[in-house]
């Protein structure tokens, strides 16, 4: 139990477009889902908090115009990155938080790296 | 925001040993987790340890934590091959305990 998937794996853009991550929970609902970056050989590092049918919280330094996510239903929470430049190239991984007793862990989707030309 | 540090960076031994990383952190915590992270994969999710709690342990995983230090240990015993992955620590705050994470441990085991 407790699948989250990411879709896509892997994404290489032009500069200049936007790129949509889908963040799904397979087998349970997630009020609140998370987004992470991680550069090559260092930590994540947290975006931002969705939450389901509200807006998202942002991390500060993070745009949230540039970074615009939308978590539409308990299931599914997307991540696009807006007028994507090389310096976006990155390893972006998404959590889904918990429920019941596993309320405080996160479950990790496996994470779509995004090369930007 | 705020990470933790971990040390050591990098840890290199051989099969068999015993491997430690520690982790400190700034603020206050609901509680800490160890994850482990396989070369450009998602993340795994190791061991839970409460901020009342102080030791505990999962298979040959041990976890240590000293809230007056601010610090925690993992102590994976006897290694194996397969243990070769990269380990975060996150400390869980706030009301969604929100995750921040360690720079993490680069462990390789040799066989």
């Known amino acids: 139990g407790a699948v989250v998937s990411q879709h896509p794996s892997r994404v290489i853009c032009k500069s200049g477009t936007s790129v949509k991550i889908e963040c799904r929970s397979l087998?349970?609902?997630?009020?609140?889902m998370f987004w992470y970056r991680q550069f090559p050989k260092q930590s994540l590092m947290l975006m931002a908090t969705?939450?389901?049918?509200?807006?998202?919280?942002?991390e500060q330094g993070v745009e949230k115009d540039k970074f615009l996510i939308n978590h539409a239903s308990l299931t599914l929470s997307t991540l696009t990155v807006t007028s994507a430049h090389p310096e976006d190239s990155s390893f972006y991984i998404c959590?889904?938080?918990?429920?019941?007793?596993?309320?405080?862990?996160?479950?990790f989707g496996p994470g779509t790296r995004l090369t930007v030309l | 925001s705020q990470q933790g540090e971990e040390d050591p960076q990098a840890l290199s031994i051989q099969e068999g040993e015993n491997a430690t990383m520690n982790c400190s952190y700034k603020?206050?915590?609901?509680?800490l987790q160890w994850y482990r992270q396989n070369s450009g994969r998602g993340l795994v999710h190791l061991i839970l340890?409460?901020?009342?709690?102080r030791e505990k342990h999962s298979g040959r995983l041990r976890v240590t934590l000293d809230t007056s230090k601010k610090s925690s240990s993992l102590l994976i015993t006897a290694s194996r091959a397969a243990d070769t992955a990269s380990y975060f620590c996150?400390?869980?705050?706030?009301?969604?305990?929100?995750?921040?994470f360690g720079a993490g441990t680069r462990l390789a085991v040799h066989p």
């Open positions: 959590s889904a938080k918990g429920t019941g007793s596993r309320y405080n862990e996160q479950f």
């Open positions: 603020t206050s915590i609901n509680n």
């Open positions: 340890i409460r901020s009342n709690e």
């Open positions: 087998d349970f609902q997630a009020t609140t």
């Open positions: 969705s939450n389901e049918g509200s807006k998202a919280t942002y």
């Open positions: 996150a400390t869980g705050a706030g009301g969604y305990n929100k995750l921040i």
